[in-house]
């Protein structure tokens, strides 16, 4: 299954993203991603805030948490632990808030620099429309392989 | 303004969290608290969570990271940054991951056991309705008086 | 070798620490310990300090650093580790700096409350010799067993 | 006083490093360094390490704590907390270990990428002589003014 061709692979995970029930709860939005990386954003509506206006840290944590998995899911590594039916786990999460967003659309790149056969080193930026930092964010993933074949 | 009366101000706060939109999206709830503390959950539903039916790394980051807002509410520290009109700010949100959760309520408890005048540091634990440790989280806080009197 | 005699390793563990070179250099005591827990303490002197006479933050990861590896060398869990020749690698260390350190000792407890096969989740306090909390730590700690038999 | 010449400043901070006593303990050197950033190391000698070879997590912490001080040093920001009689507060600290060293310099680069006048969010690499990444880190820091004129 790893042999995948990644195009198909990538679809089907854009058209799986479209219906996701948390997704769209949550209003996240895929907008491109590939192996380690991924680009995403959760638009400002007034639902997702403070009552100072200024969108929950909860949503920035879980922008930057979905996207970092989703900078997983076409990566070889993770490929193996599907095939086999192991499980990818996040352990470990952290936000850095560096300015309140107020409007537009949260905007996250993921990246993941380092990435071994069992441990994942995963960073995420949360930018504003006007391109100023909103958060960072890094994320530990560990991947276990199961034993189907 | 400070000199307010605790019990009004509690009933107060707890009226607001019922409706407050953000909380009835996510599904939010106050359970009980006072300063430096507060007990709160959220009820597993399939729409909050990961297509493997744990519920998502976002939703346990907006229950730890409202549940310490929630318990700065009543101190001295905030009323006197509200009074001034000043502002408080989470800098930074860490949650560590132990346990998936698969049913019942994500129940959280968090405390802010160092709190000077301007920063607080805060803690808070996730357990299931079995009493199993879900997730470990942290959180600084900074507090900045404003100008009014 | 796991069904080694716990008070002979104890031992060995207390001689094999007070002759360890970077302990020796730091200042690093260990004053009790058993499996998943450790107490243990650095003596503040002026060559470990800031220039305004505060124990160096560097310091006080070290000791939470060196404690919390201390408290994991008694268990089950990475006596299986050294049987089979594997590996016990700290992915990550956290440090929360409370109050400032200028006299006496750099008490530290670390434990270990969360212990799987494959994963620690360690927690470390140091207090002064007031008992007064000077910072708190923690680290996650990944097990890998090894070939050997 | 904050008008000082800053290359008689740099002058004195790069003598202050070469015989402060903490520096020369664990063998951090200052390489060169700026407002918002510096380039340090520590050479790699068994003293600094682990039973097995590694250098210790707390020295690499050591030297991305430092490290992240001395890229404050130079700024305008620190100079009034100086001129002011201030404080510089380093409030938590965090290290991701990627590699372990067994030879070479630990080389740190630190940076503050945002730093405002009462809070520095930074971060620092640490590589290999070989240009690997052997650890990730970053800190949060307070600035308050002081009274002094």
């Given at each position: ?79 193996q632990?599907?095939?086999?039916r ?33 441990i ?24 276990t392989l199961?034993?189907?074949?």
């Amino acid at each position: 299954m790893t042999q995948n061709d990644p195009d198909k692979l990538k679809r089907k995970l854009f058209e799986f993203a479209k219906v996701f029930p948390f997704f769209e709860l949550i209003g996240f939005e895929l907008v491109d991603f590939g192996p380690t990386w991924a680009k995403t954003r959760i638009a400002f509506r007034p639902e997702l805030c403070n009552p100072n206006g200024v969108m929950h840290g909860g949503v920035i944590a879980t922008l930057i948490d979905a996207s970092i998995t989703q900078a997983m899911l076409m990566t070889d590594e993770y490929q193996q632990v599907r095939d086999t039916r192991g499980s990818m786990t996040t352990v470990d999460l952290r936000v850095r808030y560096l300015r309140p967003l107020t409007a537009g659309y949260a905007q996250c790149e993921a990246r993941i620099p380092h990435l071994g056969r069992r441990i994942g080193h995963a960073s995420a930026v949360v930018t504003s429309d006007e391109g100023k930092e909103i958060a960072l964010g890094d994320s530990m993933i560990i991947l276990t392989l199961g034993e189907a074949k």
